[in-house]
């Protein structure tokens, strides 16, 4: 029997209906499911946002999480978002630990790890494979590279054995897109990581056959061909800008940090208007949005954005590199061309009509539990 205030969470990073439509999962039709159905992700499509948004049911604009980058113009430098002190709103494990529930975090990134949660909560287990605890290890064996196909499975897996043997009242498991990165979703590789998911999705369901369980993702993929760079773009004509890739992390690996949205802080002020307006007569972006106009649109916190927001055509990536320099082969995001993602429930009753955004599912269990 389904227990209603048990839930399960799996976000997988980079998945989209391409991914999807190649494979198709026999999760989704291994038990009867309430839905399946598209739904948006946050924008900027990237991996931090979109996670904090999964499990708090906010927008960025309350969440605080507006980019995988924080700048201080002033300051002239960032940091990476990677640790839960820059997260502005309870989250669904501050809210479980408020009410004494169990809740386990399982993520493929230990990025993820350090930024969804504060280690100081109780009745709490959290873990990544990127970084695995000698408890983990001890359990499970080694933990494989998260630059592998069998990361997300792993994740995945262990998380299965761990909410089977500890029964907590939430658990939350978030993948890497690293294979997204890097194959097509038609490609063999991509078939094999995308049967080891859906193998170990399945073997969770049959652990824990008493879970409502989503699986959605945080953004999907695009292949990228052209590179713009904003400072260049502006230099031309003597303005000085800092534009900063929204998905800068420290996974270079995975995007070269090319992605199709960038943050950009002007130097001088009174350069906005006209930089605005350079911007949108450059061949491959799409839109350009000031700071109110970006906050209004995508529901974004002003302290946490650039001056101007700028949008790529969906093959077109930003960042400082020559265009000679981007990967032939690059997969990115963060345009709004990733932002729609799959969504599927199971074992849940809510009608499928309450899920518009990955974030729904945030705000139906906060209210379910």
């Known amino acids: 029997m389904v227990n209603m205030n048990k839930f399960i969470v799996i ?10 439509n190649h494979h198709k999962m026999e999760f989704i039709s291994l038990k009867k499911r309430s839905f399946e159905k598209p739904v948006k992700s946050m924008m900027p499509s990237v991996t931090n946002v979109n996670n904090l948004s999964i499990i708090s049911g906010f927008y960025p604009s309350k969440h ?12 002239k430098q960032g940091t990476y978002l990677e640790d839960n002190r820059f997260v502005m709103s309870e989250t669904l494990f501050n ?3 408020e009410k ?10 230990n990025k993820l790890k350090t930024l969804l949660i504060n280690n100081n909560l109780n009745n709490n287990l959290s873990y990544s494979t990127e970084n695995p605890s000698e408890f ?16 997300n499975s792993w994740t995945i897996s262990t998380a299965s054995m761990l909410i089977y043997e500890k029964s907590p009242d939430f658990a939350y498991i978030s993948l890497t897109d690293y294979p997204m990165h890097k194959f097509k979703p038609e490609s ?8 080891l998911i859906d193998e170990s999705i399945c073997e969770l369901i049959n652990k824990n056959p008493d879970y409502q369980i ?52 002007i130097n001088d002020l009174s350069d906005i208007n006209e930089s605005k307006k350079i911007l949108k007569n450059v061949n491959g972006i799409e839109d350009v949005f000031n700071k109110s106009e970006a906050c209004q649109k995508f529901n974004l916190n002003s302290h946490r954005i650039g001056d101007l927001m700028v949008l790529g055509q969906k093959d077109v990536v930003f960042g400082h590199s020559d265009i000679s320099l981007i990967p032939n082969d690059l997969r990115s995001h963060a345009s709004s ?14 009608n499928l009509d309450y899920f518009i955004e990955n974030r729904s599912i945030g705000n139906y269990i906060i209210d379910s539990i």
């Open 11 to 20: 976000c997988i990073d980079g998945w989209d209906y391409e991914y999807l």
């Open 64 to 75: 605080g999480i507006c980019s995988n980058y924080k700048y201080s113009k002033t300051l």
């Open 95 to 97: 809210i479980c630990n």
């Open 100 to 109: 004494n529930l169990t809740s386990i975090l399982a993520t493929s990134k």
């Open 136 to 151: 983990l290890i001890r359990r499970f064996g080694e933990a494989p590279s998260i630059y592998t196909i069998k990361a």
């Open 188 to 195: 063999i590789h991509s078939l094999e990581h995308l049967k």
């Open 214 to 265: 989503f699986i959605t993702a945080d953004h999907g993929m695009s292949d990228k061909t052209k590179l713009i760079n904003i400072e260049n773009e502006l230099s031309k004509y003597n303005i000085q800008s800092d534009a900063i890739p929204i998905i800068k992390d420290k996974h270079e690996i995975h995007h070269s940090n090319l992605g199709g949205s960038i943050y950009v802080y």
């Open 337 to 350: 061309y990733e932002t729609k993602i799959p969504l599927i429930g199971i074992n849940t009753t809510k």
